[in-house]
């Protein structure tokens, strides 16, 4: 887990100084750049005070993407802001981007015992499929916007048909990574429990190497 730092230099803001052409509805209008400037180091300023003031500890917490399983949603050295508290599993739903802990059948490579981040697909009691690299979700096929078109799904719902699809089991929730041909996710360590739940994402703050504030 790492704090993001929120450095870096604002929007180049334009304009020339003095200049009063367009008159004096411009003087009372900042230029649209010039507004998201500022709402872009409101939200820097208004995170930056929570995270000293360590309410992090207890609401919030910062995550950095290790890896490029999330691909395109999260990229490699993203940051990642997770909320802990007022959450609870049950409130989880399809589409959520989730922090657990580290699943106990994982035996893919890469760093052990560290917390991973995948989009919950199935929730308890659904069941789901995979035919034609497509998921179903209770034998409806998984509407996915956050995806490019003709994304490749990679391995297959194992041992998963239409007639026998995989039952998640109450409890439960089947997880996957966006980047399906190389994530390891439920597909190789089955599906995780709730209680091990650290939390939902919930805005990216960091992204290719500058602020990127964006809300999921």
Known sequence: M??????GAPDDLGGTPGHAADGPLA???????RRRAFAGWAVSLALALLLAFGI??????VFSIPSTSMVP?????DRIL????FFNWHQVREG????????????????????LVKRVIALPGQTIYSAGGILYVDGRRLREPYLPPHDLLGPPIPG???QDPFHVPHGEFYVMGDNRAISCDSRFWGPIKGSSIIGRVV??????????FRFF
């Open 2 to 7: 790492t704090t993001a730092d929120f450095g």
């Open 56 to 61: 992090r500890a207890f609401v919030f917490q």
């Open 27 to 33: 003087a009372r209008k900042a230029p649209p750049s």
């Open 160 to 162: 998963a048909t239409r």
């Open 96 to 115: 959520d981007i989730v922090v657990f802990t580290h699943p106990p059948r994982d035996h893919c490579p890469g760093p052990a015992g560290t917390d």
């Open 73 to 77: 949603a999260l990229d490699v050295y």
């Open 82 to 85: 997770v909320q802990k508290a």
């Open 203 to 212: 805005m990216l703050l960091w992204h290719d190497g500058h602020p990127d």
